[in-house]
């Protein structure tokens, strides 16, 4: 079936820790983001990635890293957690800079 | 910094009445877009206006926008339990820009 994958599905880390949140598309969309989606707050972007090898920042980056070695894969990073990064986090996908965005339906993180 | 704003931020009503949710937003765009989220899952893109269209249909749902006040609204006709679920706008700003920004939703509940 055609879409994202994001893995895991929920985690919970202690504080301090690395943590790589993946991300796979079969659609060979250029386009890649990451959002973390808190109550109150709705949708905020972190990263993005327009085509493969490239990357930006978004509204909120800091504590995030991100790669963008091949079309299909776009890992997030954090490298050392801390309880503010507790939320739901999504990736999407685009095919145009544009068009509408493919979710995957998140990861739940939260750290102690 | 959020760009859409929704309003009413909660709707409750009965099945096969209509919904009406709006939303307004800051700065120009090119196009706009509206998302439905069910509980715990992603977002699914629904509709996507352009800036120089006013009005847009898909099945039950109809989209305005109305670039000199910065809102849009979403109709949703002859609502089912299964519309029940979080509706975003999303704002696309810019020449070439990938982003989008969000607001925080309107939470519809639809009553058997």
């Known amino acids: 079936i055609a879409g994202i994958t994001q893995a895991p599905t929920s985690q919970i880390l202690a504080a301090g820790r690395r943590m790589t949140l993946r991300c796979t598309q079969d659609?060979?969309?250029?386009?890649m983001y990451w959002y973390r989606q808190d109550l109150g707050l709705g949708l905020r972007l972190i990263h993005y990635?327009?085509?493969?090898?490239?990357?930006g920042k978004g509204e909120v980056p800091d504590g995030y890293s991100v790669s963008r070695a091949n079309t299909d894969d776009f890992p997030l990073t954090l490298a050392s957690a801390v309880p503010s990064q507790t939320s739901v986090y999504f990736c999407?996908?685009?095919?145009?800079?544009?068009?509408?965005?493919?979710f995957g339906d998140g990861t739940r993180l939260s750290i102690l | 910094s959020q760009q859409g704003e929704e309003d009413p931020q909660a709707l409750s009503i009965q099945e096969g009445e209509n919904a009406t949710m709006n939303c307004s937003y800051k700065t120009s765009i090119n196009n706009l877009q509206w998302y439905r989220q069910n509980s715990g899952r992603g977002l699914v893109h629904l509709i996507l206006?352009?800036?120089?269209?006013r009005e847009k249909h898909s099945g039950r749902l109809r989209v305005t926008l109305d670039t000199s006040k910065k809102s849009s609204s979403l109709l949703i006709t002859a609502s089912r339990a299964a519309d029940t679920a979080s509706y975003f706008c999303?704002?696309?700003?810019?020449?070439?820009?990938?982003?989008?920004?969000f607001g925080k939703g309107t939470k519809l509940s639809v009553i058997p």
């Open positions: 206006i352009r800036s120089n269209e």
């Open positions: 999407a996908s685009s095919d145009s800079s544009r068009g509408p965005q493919h």
């Open positions: 999303a704002t696309n700003s810019g020449a070439g820009s990938y982003q989008l920004t």
């Open positions: 990635s327009n085509t493969a090898g490239t990357t």
């Open positions: 659609m060979r969309h250029n386009a």
